[in-house]
């Protein structure tokens, strides 16, 4: 076999090895980047993202015994105690939820937690609903033992807004368009949301976040 003939024999075995691999890559794109990077995407940046639309618990992972069901599109607890965990962890977000507790509800969301099975006011930033907490430093509109709120404000027995941002050590809640609190703390980094039922009836109906 001639030089020239050898080139021509190599370069078309390196051709005929490459194209398994790019059929094989095409294939797993076809199922969307997600798939080949084995989890999906977080939120695009500035993109508003349904977490919990009252019709699906399909983003959560119920957490201890509470009685979370979806009813007249809401997701319902009032016996029980435990958590909606976010399937995926973010860092920097703004995340908005609607809800509605009875006036006796012990409730929160609960943000950037360390260990999604033990979720607590330690190892998460919880934005309490609490207006008949014993001690109302940190009741409704407060980050739990972080920050209390700058106006006391009641959530019991209506639908209310919580819009709440975490963007580096900035923390600002926003309840009903009040911001109650605007604190800065760099305890915890990142890590899942969490919807708690502690007491009482509570109520959860809409979700969203967007990435930062």
Same mark, same amino acid.
């Given at each position: 076999?001639?030089p020239?003939m050898k080139?021509?024999?190599?370069?078309?075995?390196?051709?005929?090895a490459?194209?398994?691999l790019? $059929?094989? $890559?095409?294939a797993l794109y &076809?199922?969307?980047? /997600?798939?080949? %990077?084995? %989890?999906a995407?977080?939120p695009a940046?500035?993109?508003?993202?349904t977490l919990? #639309?009252?019709k699906?618990? +399909?983003?959560?992972?119920?957490? !201890?015994?509470?009685?979370?069901? $979806?009813?007249g599109g +809401?997701?319902v607890?009032?016996? =029980?105690?435990g958590?909606?965990?976010?399937?995926?962890s973010?860092? *920097?977000? /703004?995340?908005?939820? /609607?809800?509605? @507790?009875?006036? #006796? &509800?012990?409730?929160?969301?609960?943000?950037?937690?360390? *260990?999604?099975?033990?979720? !607590?006011? *330690?190892?998460?930033? /919880?934005?309490?609903?609490?207006? @008949?907490?014993?001690?109302?430093?940190? =009741?409704?509109?407060a980050?739990?033992?972080?920050?209390?709120?700058s106006v006391?404000?009641?959530?019991g027995?209506?639908?209310?807004?919580? *819009?709440?941002? +975490? %963007?580096g050590?900035? $923390?600002?809640?926003?309840?009903?368009g009040?911001k109650t609190? #605007?604190?800065?703390n760099?305890?915890l980094?990142g890590?899942?949301?969490?919807?708690q039922?502690?007491?009482?009836?509570?109520?959860?109906?809409?979700? %969203?976040i967007?990435s930062l």
């Open positions: 076999m001639n020239a080139v021509e024999v190599r370069k078309r075995i390196r051709i005929a490459a194209v398994p790019f $059929l094989l $890559l095409a &076809a199922f969307g980047p /997600e798939y080949l %990077q084995g %989890q995407k977080a940046k500035g993109k508003w993202v919990f #639309d009252g699906s618990m +399909a983003n959560w992972n119920p957490t !201890g015994n509470a009685n979370w069901r $979806l009813m +809401a997701v607890a009032d016996k =029980g105690m958590y909606l965990v976010s399937k995926n973010y860092k *920097d977000f /703004e995340v908005r939820a /609607e809800f509605w @507790t009875s006036n #006796d &509800a012990n409730s929160g969301v609960f943000i950037r937690c360390a *260990d999604a099975q033990k979720v !607590g006011a *330690d190892n998460c930033y /919880e934005v309490n609903i609490f207006d @008949t907490r014993p001690d109302p430093t940190y =009741g409704t509109g980050i739990t033992n972080i920050a209390k709120p006391f404000l009641k959530a027995g209506k639908w209310n807004t919580y *819009d709440i941002t +975490a %963007q050590p900035h $923390l600002v809640v926003v309840l009903n009040s609190v #605007d604190t800065m760099s305890k980094p890590g899942p949301i969490a919807l039922a502690f007491a009482g009836t509570v109520k959860f109906r809409k979700v %969203q967007k």
